[in-house]
């Protein structure tokens, strides 16, 4: 798909139409971005996380009536090194969550195996010991799980994890403090891999708004995941926004500005 796409850009196309869930978008990111060529969404996966995130219609009637229509926008992404990603990067125990089901997927179904999945997590309950240097500072942390997201989310339930709508711009770095076991661990998780709707209360979160950071590990290489897919990369982790870097065809913006204002 990466071939196909690269050739089109190569090739001029003012617009490219993308099928497919928060994986395929960025995969789809990485080529097209800076590019100058306009991408249009039929959001197909399973969370559509992008989609929402821009308020893209789900519905793939809908989502064709806009890709075809004259609206776009720019939007951000963030870069590690050579990857780009357009909506969260994690560390930690949700690569071992997503790791553990993707390994019996096939087997149990994408919800059961989700379930089984969260449930081996917090036994193992692993924590990383983390050195994030913001603007200069170094912190230290020893946590279980940290995240690094385009664009400010939300930090309590019931929308934790959720992009906060016409949020900050930059780099929204989270890392979840201490090990308070299950409680701490499901509401995280839940949170940026299915937005969590039943908790009644946040984790403990510790939290920064940066153009870039840097992570450093006492290892050379790390597992980490962009978008829900998960890769090896190199150490430290060079974590930098990138504005305006992506040209993408939305709704009308006047009829999104009508529907955020009225009553709920």
């Not at 928060?22 to 991408?39: C, F, L």
């Not at 926008?73 to 071992?96: E, M, P, Q």
């Not at 950071?213 to 974590?239: H, N, W």
Request: one cysteine or more; a positive charge.
């Amino acid at each position: 798909m990466r071939d196909r796409i690269t050739e089109k850009v190569v090739e001029g196309e003012a617009r490219i139409l993308i099928a497919g869930g928060d994986g395929t978008i960025r995969t789809a990111v990485e080529v097209i971005a800076s590019s100058g060529v306009e991408m249009a969404v039929l959001p197909s996966g399973t969370l559509n996380h992008f989609a929402k995130d821009h308020r893209l219609p789900i519905d793939l009637n809908e989502a064709a009536e806009v890709a075809g229509g004259p609206f776009v926008i720019t939007t951000d992404v963030g870069r590690v090194g050579k990857s780009l990603f357009h909506g969260t990067s994690s560390i930690g125990a949700y690569v071992v969550f997503m790791r553990t089901r993707e390994k019996i997927e096939k087997y149990l179904g994408y919800k059961l195996s989700s379930f089984v999945a969260l449930i081996w997590t917090i036994i193992r309950m692993p924590t990383i010991a983390v050195e994030l240097e913001v603007e200069g500072e170094k912190k230290v942390f020893r946590t279980p799980l940290l995240f690094v997201a385009v664009g400010e989310r939300e930090l309590k339930v019931p929308t934790l994890g959720g992009r906060v709508p016409n949020g900050k711009r930059g780099l929204h770095v989270m890392a979840v403090r201490g090990r308070r076991k299950a409680r701490l661990l499901v509401v995280a998780l839940d949170a940026f891999s299915n937005g969590v709707r039943e908790a009644s209360k946040s984790p403990e979160l510790d939290s920064f708004m940066v153009e870039r950071c840097s992570i450093s590990m006492r290892r050379k290489r790390v597992r980490i995941s962009f978008d829900g897919e998960a890769q090896t990369v190199d150490l430290p982790l060079e974590y930098e926004f990138e504005k305006d870097t992506l040209k993408l065809v939305v709704p009308d913006p006047a009829l999104a500005d009508k529907e955020s204002d009225a009553p709920r």
